[in-house]
């Protein structure tokens, strides 16, 4: 009888990945921090085990929209108060918080649970090309 593989849990040795989003595509550059986030590029990837890695992305601020998602996408928040749906588009979004359009961009491609949201909490989004995470060495990825 062959025994079935389950990966360990990292804990403090996960590895650090650098992206830098200036001209990149949301959708394309979110896919990849999903990836890096879950493990699945790991071969040892298994669905219930949180072994993912950090992720820092720099220039989010520059990240590119194709066709007219600048104007017509749109964001939104409730505060679960009457009249408390707010809407904001794209361009408003990054005018004032440029590293949420990534961070909801990659929330929407992991699954909704509670190692989802532990998942989101490795991933350092910086609207600029400066970030405080150099001691961690992390590895640059090139897109």
Same mark, same amino acid.
């Given at each position: 009888?062959? =025994?079935?593989?389950?990966? #360990? ?8 990945? &650098?992206?830098?989003? =200036? ?6 550059? /979110?896919?990849?921090?999903?990836? =890096?986030?879950?493990?699945?590029? &790991?071969?040892?990837?298994? #669905? ?22 600048? +104007?017509?996408? +749109? ?15 794209? /361009?408003?979004?990054? /005018? ?7 961070? +909801? ?23 600029? /090309? ?14």
């Amino acid at each position: 009888m062959q =025994k079935s593989y389950r990966a #360990p849990n990292p804990g403090d040795n996960r590895q650090w990945f &650098l992206i830098d989003a =200036k001209g990149q595509s949301l959708g394309r550059i /979110a896919v990849v921090i999903a990836n =890096k986030l879950r493990a699945k590029d &790991l071969p040892t990837f298994d #669905p219930s085990v949180d072994a993912g890695s950090f992720v820092i992305v720099t220039n989010a601020a520059e990240v590119k929209l194709t066709g007219n998602k600048e +104007e017509q996408k +749109e964001y939104q928040r409730y505060s679960g108060f009457r009249n408390g749906l707010k809407r904001f588009s794209a /361009a408003e979004m990054r /005018a004032s918080h440029p590293d949420r359009m990534i961070k +909801e961009a990659v929330w929407g491609m992991l699954p909704k649970n509670n190692i989802a949201r532990k998942m989101m909490t490795r991933l350092k989004v910086f609207a600029g /090309a400066e970030h405080t995470h150099a001691a961690q060495k992390p590895v640059e990825i090139k897109l």
